[in-house]
C-alpha cells in the first residue's frame, strides 16, 4: 500500500503545473463558449471567395464547432454558405486541390440533410480530376505538388468515396497522395517540404535557414498533419493502405512533438525557431488538432503527447482577444519567412483553431 501511494506521489509531481486561468480554458463549458465566440466573429468578418481552399480550412472548422456546440446559428451560417451562396459549387478549377477543399463540408452536411444536390457538383469535380490530366502544356505534373494540398483534397476523395460507393476515388486519392509524398516528405527529417522548390537547389545552393537548416513550413506540415485524421477518420479499419497513414501519421506526430516551443506554439519555420520569435497559429492548430486526435483515437501515447497538447491549448488561446478575433495567423503565401503579428488574421487560422477545440473538448481531464 505505501508502495502505490509512493509510486501515484512520485507519478504527480510530473504531471504539468497550471495557473487558475490556465486551467479554465479545458473547462468544457469555456470550450465550447471559445469557439461559438471565435465562429461567429469569424462569420462577421469574411475574407475570399467561399469555395477558396481558405475558407475550405475554414468551415471544416466551422462544421467541427456545430458539431461540438449544437448551435443552431452554426448550422444556419453553414447551410446559407452551400446552398445559398454557393449552390453546393466547389471552385472552377476541377484540377487544383485548392478549389474541392470546400467539398469536405458539403459532404458533411449532405449525409445531415441527404439531397442528393449537395454532392453532385462535386462528384462532377472529381470525375473530372480523375479523368483528365493536369492542364499544363508540355509538363508531366503531378496533381497534389504541395504539401497543403494533402489537407485540401484527400479527405473530399475519400468522403465521396464512402458515400457514393464508388472505390475509384479512394483508390486515385492513394495513387496522388502517395505521389505527393515522393516528391516532397523528407524521411530523415520526418517532414514535408512546401513544394519542390525546397527540394531542388537553386543556383547550386540548398535553400536553407539562418541557422544553415532546411526550411520546412509549420503551416504546411499543420496541414498535412490534419488532412491526415480526416483521412483515418474516414478509412475503413480493415482497408489495405490504411497502414501507410497510420504510420506517416505517427511519424510526423513524433518529430513534431520534438519541435514544440516553450510558448506551446510552433514556429513558421519548424528547425530555426529563433528566427521567428511569435507563434504561428495556423500551423500550432493543426499540430493540437492533428496529436489531440491521435490521443482520442489511441494512435499517440496520452503520458507522451497530452502535455504537448495542452501546452498548445493554452498558447493558442492566448492568441484570441477580447473580441473572439485569433491572432499571430500568417497571411496567404508560399513562404515561412512572411511576417505576422498579434493583428494578422485568416479564416484558416480559425477554422484550425475550431478543430482543435473539437477534439481537445473530448479528452478526459
Known sequence: ?????????SFLCFLPSYSQEEER?????????????????QL?????ALNDWTNGAFYAGVFAAWETTQSKDIYKALMAMGEDSLQWKPGNRWFHADDIAISQTFIDLYRIEKKQSMIQPTIEAANKLINKPYPVKGI????????????????????LSNETKNSSYMRYSDQYFKECVDLLYNEEERLFA?????VVKKDGKDRIEANGKKIFWSRGNGWVMGGLVRILEELPIDYANRPFYENLFKQMAARVL????ADGLWRASLLDPDSYPGGEVSGSAFFCYAMAWGINNGFLDGTTYRPAVEKAWIGLNKCVNNESRIGWVQPVGSDPRKNF??????VYGTGAFLLAGSEVIKMAR
Not at 25 to 41: E, G, P, R, S
Not at 258 to 261: A, K, V
Not at 341 to 346: L, P, R
Open 258 to 261: 520534438s519541435l514544440q516551443q
Open 341 to 346: 503579428n498579434e493583428d494578422s488574421w485568416e
Open 194 to 198: 512546401r513544394d519542390l522548390n525546397y
Open 44 to 48: 462577421k468578418h469574411r475574407k475570399h
Open 140 to 159: 508531366e505534373v503531378i496533381k497534389w505538388w504541395w504539401c497543403d494540398a494533402l489537407f485540401m483534397a484527400p479527405p473530399t476523395l475519400v468522403k
Open 1 to 9: 500500500m505505501k508502495k502505490n501511494i509512493l509510486l501515484l506521489l
Open 25 to 41: 480554458v479545458f473547462d468544457q463549458k469555456y470550450i465550447k463558449d471559445v469557439m461559438h465566440k471565435t465562429t461567429m466573429w
